[in-house]
């Protein structure tokens, strides 16, 4: 849910707490699937294709979509939905980019070599 504290002067969501909320998201997600340590090292394209407005129901969804040796990508999309009716619509669509990282923050592979991945 959209919350006033969380809007800018046009009542709408804004857009660095989105992307907050969507890094959250995505580090959620790049680190189930790996079961590491993850960190956030660059956001891809980023896509407001609507405001966002107070008052509105918002549901982020992570998938991954890439997965390289040391670093995965992560899709982010946040969709809006009104309480009092079924339309759901697409608001924002982002890629965040993570690598695993060991005890000494340096690249590890994402896939132990025994798991011959």
């Known amino acids: 849910m959209v919350f006033p504290g969380t809007t800018n002067h046009y009542d709408t969501l804004f857009g660095g707490i989105a992307l907050q909320w969507m890094d959250e998201v995505a580090y959620i997600a790049a680190t189930r699937f790996s079961r590491k340590t993850m960190v956030t090292i660059s956001t891809e394209q980023v896509d407001f294709k609507q ?10 969804i992570a998938r991954v979509v890439h997965v390289g ?13 009104q309480l009092d009716s079924d339309k759901r619509t697409k608001a924002v669509t982002g890629h ?17 070599e025994e798991e011959g991945v």
Not at 51 to 60: A, D, T
Not at 72 to 77: D, F, N, P
Not at 100 to 108: E, I
């Open 51 to 60: 405001p966002i407005p107070s008052g509105i129901l918002v549901e982020l």
């Open 96 to 112: 965040f980019n993570f690598v695993a990282v060991d005890s000494n923050k340096k690249p590890t592979p994402i896939f132990d």
């Open 69 to 81: 040796r040391t670093s995965l990508k992560v899709e982010v999309s946040i969709f809006l939905e």
